[in-house]
């Protein structure tokens, strides 16, 4: 059987963990899912596809906004509208059609301004931690006709995971590393949709729909004897669990070194008994760690890696690939920055010759990124 994104494979929970301390600022959870007879073979750096439901919570309240029946089947659908909003169509994010609808028919100065500077970043401003809801309340005497209602909205998205076992050990199962991301306004709870319809509404035995979303840019190279830089910090480390893990497996001569970051070590160094056996069993030959606010100066993955400026060229010079997984927006912007000083600091070169020495790693696939 194939499974893909049209046709899911329904797979059952089978253990739950919160890894993040009591005191973190952060909630995450390893995830164990069991691949049943679904046939399902994966590799290091895969994602997994998981089907979320809607808050019901927020599916209630959109349905009261509404003023409508939550039995109600509008006209051309099998589901109700409960059913609808819950399953079938995003509810978290508006989108620009909702947004347009709703500036063109009620009178609301910052949302008019923030669409007609055409300016991206003052929209982007307006719309951060806002759902569906918050835009249908801007004004609360505005209509919508139910169908019309529901073709402003785009379908429930899957989101993806990177897997973080290696199939080789975990012949039928797959793990995930999840925070779970939460947040208030105005007295509103928030959260992501599948984040929390993990850690809210998931236990042990339920099941989910999944399926695997190869990449094929994002592996591990086919040389064992190639040595690997892993920048992981948070849930980035998840699919350098999985590299480890295989690398352990298949016996590889290839040096291992991870750089792993995140807010303190007491409550935030996840899989920190696993990632301590790797270095004991001298699969992981090197192991960086960063916690920000252990000590009154921050310090970041990329504050680590110039650190270790003269080993790390080192590494590049002997055909070291570097892995970047994490955040897109600042984290990996930081790493480049740091790697480009490093590069610039061991050639003695200007900040050219530094970018074409990353270029040519980038060509070579050899500055891998699996960011978001």
Not at 8 to 34: C, D, R
Not at 203 to 228: A, C
Request: glycine share 4%; aromatic share 12%; charged share 25%.
């Amino acid at each position: 059987m194939n499974w893909n994104k049209q046709n899911p494979y329904l797979a059952k929970i089978t253990s739950k963990k919160l890894l993040s301390g009591k005191q973190s600022n952060k909630e995450v959870f390893h995830y164990e899912i069991s691949l049943g007879d679904s046939g399902i073979i994966y590799q290091p750096g895969d994602s997994l596809g998981i089907f979320p439901v809607n808050n019901n919570t927020l599916v209630r309240a959109i349905v009261n906004r509404l003023q409508i029946n939550p039995s109600y089947i509008p006209e051309g659908y099998d589901l109700n509208i409960y059913e609808l909003l819950e399953k079938k169509f995003e509810i978290l994010t508006p989108t620009n059609r909702l947004i347009k609808f709703v500036n063109d028919n009620i009178n609301h100065k910052e949302l008019n301004y923030s669409l007609d500077t055409k300016n991206i970043n003052i929209l982007m401003d307006f719309k951060y931690g806002k759902d569906v809801l918050d835009f249908m309340n801007l004004d609360e005497s505005l209509k919508f006709d139910i169908l019309h209602f529901l073709s402003l909205l785009k379908p429930l998205q899957h989101r993806a995971y990177s897997i973080a076992s290696s199939n080789l050990i975990f012949k039928n199962s797959v793990h995930l590393t999840v925070s779970t991301q939460r947040w208030q306004r105005k007295k509103r709870d928030y959260g992501g949709v599948c984040s929390t319809f993990l850690s809210d509404s998931c236990e042990l035995g339920d099941k989910i729909k999944i399926f695997l979303i190869p990449n094929k840019l994002f592996k591990l190279p086919d040389d064992q004897n190639k040595p690997i830089i892993m920048i992981g910090p948070g849930t980035g480390v998840a699919p350098f669990l999985s590299f480890i893990q295989e690398r352990k497996y298949l016996k590889s001569n290839g040096k291992n070194w991870l750089f792993f970051g995140a807010q303190t070590k007491k409550n935030d160094f996840i899989y920190k008994d696993l990632i301590s056996n790797f270095v004991e069993e001298k699969i992981l030959n090197n192991l960086d760690t960063a916690f920000s606010r252990d000590q009154n100066k921050k310090i970041y993955v990329q504050d680590k890696i110039y650190e270790r400026s003269y080993e790390f060229f080192k590494w590049l010079e002997n055909d070291a690939i570097i892995y970047v997984c994490g955040d897109a927006q600042k984290m990996a912007k930081d790493v480049e920055v740091s790697i480009l000083n490093i590069i610039a600091k061991e050639l003695k070169c200007d900040d050219k010759k530094a970018m074409e020495y990353l270029k040519m790693l980038k060509k070579e696939k050899r500055y891998l990124l699996d960011v978001y």
